[in-house]
């Protein structure tokens, strides 16, 4: 089992940039294919990006590509998720998971974290 808290969420202006952070603890976080997903008021959770266990794969959105970067550090047991131009479309509560594969399926993730707001103002 693995315990997530992610962390870096906040308010940001249009064309800005965040990053967040999922720091895990229990099992290490090699175990696991991660990933990062987002649920905006009135809407079902979507996923952003995921990444392999080694960090080597990764597949993202069509959202978020190009803007977004997920990215591991194993000794660290800790995710990451850049983001980049922020647009207002973007504010939602971001959540990161751990999955036993690597997938943009919701229901496939185990392990989910509490989530950090992230809101972009125009």
């Known amino acids: 089992q693995v315990q997530l808290v992610e962390s870096g969420g906040g308010l940001v202006q249009a064309g800005g940039s965040l990053r967040l952070s999922c720091a895990a603890s229990?099992?290490?976080?090699?175990?696991?294919?991660m990933g990062w997903f987002r649920q905006a008021p009135g809407k079902e959770r979507e996923f952003v990006a995921a990444?392999?266990?080694?960090?080597?794969?990764?597949d993202y959105a069509d959202s978020v590509k190009g803007r977004f970067t997920i990215s591991r550090d194993n000794a660290k047991k800790t995710l990451y998720l850049q983001m980049n131009s922020l647009r207002p479309e973007d504010t939602a509560i971001y959540y990161c998971?751990?999955?036993?594969?690597?997938?943009?399926?919701?229901?496939?993730?185990?392990?989910w974290g509490q989530g950090t707001q992230v809101t972009v103002s125009s």
């Open positions: 998971a751990a999955a036993f594969t690597m997938t943009a399926m919701v229901r496939e993730y185990r392990y």
């Open positions: 229990g099992q290490p976080l090699s175990t696991y294919p």
């Open positions: 990444i392999n266990w080694s960090g080597g794969r990764t």
